[in-house]
């Protein structure tokens, strides 16, 4: 309900301001064809009400209410009532009628599409009968120098103003949409790269290295005995090993650098442009850190990570080889003790 009433005052404010300037402008050029006509004296009234007072308290009203939405969508078919209104009231003279009309079916398109355009003309349709009950039918075909002049401020400025609310509101949908796709991309629980999206990065980085034959290095990390962490101290605490883990990658990382959480206790990292050694320096480091950190409602807690290391090589095929010569010097790190780095055995057995 609260989001509804957040979504309805947002709709609120976007008509508010190109209502002003309509029917402010508006009001003008609908002054200009009644000029030379004779009506009664409330007519005058009924439209400076209408250009001047009525945007303000159509605001007032959808604001204040239970459903802003609702409310706004209300006020503009009375705008739309409106139109009708003083189109038939001006005798139909081509231009100001054209002008008005015109204006109502862009604003009904923009605010509701083609059901608010289909509601909106029945709207003005009523308007119009309105105004020939009140003031007769007739029709003028006639459009003196002046109404033309009046027309125009409304023909320039209010499609720029409604082209303006439109475009910001474009330029909130795309940031939404960044935002949305960012968190399509990202764990919730830790922030890093979820499985899906680290995987397409390391098919890319696997290709760019192939190509252009540069240097790159995967770790894969696995928090030691995570499960009987959950099961000794509960889930909570589990979380809060995985956020504080997400953390040291953040902190030992560059930039450049690509960390995703690839499984429960699983985090996986691409290391662009770096050297196999240079990659078990940095990650050695992080492990001895993370060891030595304590939670402070467990301080008898203890945690350590097995890491497996595997650079690029030109042997292989596909991303899946790389990853898999990882995941074997991951599994050798577990079998050999755990709290450890290891290396790609094919590296260690062309490095000796």
Known sequence: MENQRGKGLSFARRIYRPRIIGLGIGCFSVAAA????????????????????????????????????????????????????????????????????????????????????????????????????????????????????????????????????????????????????????????TGLLNHGSWKDLLHLKFHKCQQQQAQATIALIDIDHFKQINDTHGHIIGDTVLRQLSLELRRNLRKNDLAGRYGGDEFCVILPDMPLEQAALIMDRMREVFSNHRNPEIPELRVSLSIGLAPFRPAFTDAAMWLNAADKALYAAKDTGRNRVNVDEYMIAHSA
Request: aromatic share 14%.
């Open 34 to 189: 009644l000029y030379p006509l004779q009506i009664p004296g409330w007519v005058w009234g009924a439209l400076i009400f209408n250009g001047f007072a009525w945007p303000h308290l159509a605001y007032q009203l959808s604001t204040r209410s239970e459903f802003p939405y609702q409310a706004e969508r209300r006020n503009i078919l009375y705008d739309s009532l409106c139109g009708g209104f003083w189109a038939a009231a001006t005798q139909f003279t081509p231009l100001t009628a054209v002008t008005i009309l015109s204006m109502m079916v862009m604003n009904n398109f923009a605010a509701g599409g083609k059901r608010m355009f289909i509601r909106g003309a029945m709207a003005q349709v009523a308007g119009v009968g309105l105004a020939w009950l009140l003031l007769g039918v007739s029709f003028n075909g006639d459009v003196s120098l002046t109404e033309v002049y009046a027309c125009l401020p409304m023909l320039m400025f209010y499609p720029m103003a409604l082209g303006m609310v439109c475009y910001r509101l474009a330029i909130k949908l795309s940031e939404h949409k960044r935002a949305l796709s960012a968190l399509s991309r990202t764990d919730s629980l």
